[in-house]
């Protein structure tokens, strides 16, 4: 499977993003998905997933200005985030495998990602 990321770019604080991660080459219906974001200096931090069946896994510092939804008829995840703030400038990109979906280490395909900057 494929995965391409879109969506990210530049916005001001408070601003608000729909990124979007279309699936090719196999269909994403029956498995995890899952984004993840990453800086230079900090480690890799997995924002939100969700299941097969819908279920969402949203880290808890997050889940006021992030949410992930998935559309399998397209083979497409989104995440809509809130209120984006300058720390959460990073590369953002999704991922999909197996159960159990909440686990970061459940993960091994991902896209390229796109990048996403937050500042004024």
């Known amino acids: 499977v494929q995965l391409v990321e879109s969506g990210g770019g530049s916005v001001q604080p408070g601003g608000s993003l729909r990124l979007s991660c279309v699936a090719s080459g196999a269909t994403i219906s029956g498995g995890c998905m899952a984004w993840f974001r990453q800086t230079p200096d900090k480690e890799r931090e997995r924002v939100a997933a969700i299941s097969a069946r819908g279920e969402r896994y949203v880290n808890d510092a997050l889940k006021d200005r992030f949410s992930i939804s998935r559309d399998n008829a397209k083979n497409t995840v989104y995440l809509q985030i809130a209120d984006l703030q300058p720390e959460d400038t990073a590369i953002y990109y999704c991922?999909?495998?197996?159960?159990?979906?909440?686990?970061?280490?459940?993960?091994?395909?991902r896209g390229q990602g796109t990048q996403v900057t937050v500042s004024s």
């Open positions: 991922a999909t495998g197996r159960p159990p979906c909440a686990l970061a280490t459940s993960y091994n395909t």
